[in-house]
């Protein structure tokens, strides 16, 4: 298993266009999480699967912001009607225990 | 709610030495982990160190070492023998305990270690 894989690593936009994000997880791992990433500060929780049930969603998700996990294997997270404060890492994150969560490396959303 | 504070936003450790990064939460659970994860630049987050809050025990990973207080709410990294792959950003983060398994991380904003030759 190669880790959690995240499509594309960098994506620039313009405001107002929807973008689309994908997350692959490690296949054995029932719980996948998404988190935003701003420049100088800490990842923040935006929502989580387990398995294909989204189970909880940050405030931070407005209804602009949609997460699926089909199936309860890759998840997409897509941004309709872009603003330039949606600009940030995107990062996803998978895990089957407490103390086993795996990273991806990110997409970075760039929105002009 | 969690919060996660670390107030080092910068450090820097010349090769070889030992330095310590601070880091306090707030919770009102009794049951909980803590994490200290690795951010190097343009890189993804890996784990350095986890705590179960009920052990007593300070967790210990090679060079890498935790003060877990409690009662104080602090819990800060030692990392000794600096070696220049340790420059990147630390996040300090909270996971309370559930019997379902992970839940979702909060992270403090950061502390950028750079380490000198």
């Known amino acids: 298993d190669t880790g959690v894989s995240q499509d594309p690593r960098h994506k620039i936009t313009k405001r107002g266009q929807n973008v689309t994000f994908r997350c692959d997880p490690i296949?054995?791992?029932?719980?996948l999480y998404w988190y935003r990433q701003t420049l100088g500060q800490g990842p923040e929780f935006l929502t989580y699967?387990?398995?294909?049930?989204?189970?909880?969603k940050s405030r931070l998700l407005s209804d602009r912001f949609s997460a699926e996990r089909p199936k309860g294997s890759f998840s997409t997270l897509e941004i309709q009607r872009t603003e330039q404060g949606d600009s940030a890492m995107y990062l996803c994150?998978?895990?089957?225990?407490?103390?086993?969560?795996?990273f991806g490396s990110g997409t970075r959303l760039t929105v002009v | 709610a969690q919060t996660v504070t670390q107030s080092q936003p910068e450090m820097s450790v010349q090769e070889a030495e030992t330095v310590t990064l601070s880091c306090t939460y707030d919770t009102s659970e009794s049951n909980y982990y803590l994490f200290w994860y690795k951010q190097p630049p343009s890189r993804q987050m890996i784990l350095v160190i986890r705590?179960?809050?009920?052990?007593?025990q300070n967790a210990t990973e090679n060079r890498f070492s935790v003060n877990f207080q409690k009662a104080a709410k602090s819990f800060s990294l030692k990392i000794s023998d600096s070696q220049l792959g340790d420059t990147a950003m630390y996040f300090c983060a909270f996971m309370k305990h559930t019997q379902g398994g992970s839940e979702k991380l909060v992270f403090g904003k950061g502390t950028k270690l750079t380490v000198n030759p």
């Open positions: 296949s054995e791992h029932n719980r």
């Open positions: 994150a998978s895990s089957l225990l407490a103390y086993g969560y795996t």
């Open positions: 699967f387990q398995n294909e049930a989204q189970l909880e």
């Open positions: 705590q179960e809050a009920y052990k007593q």
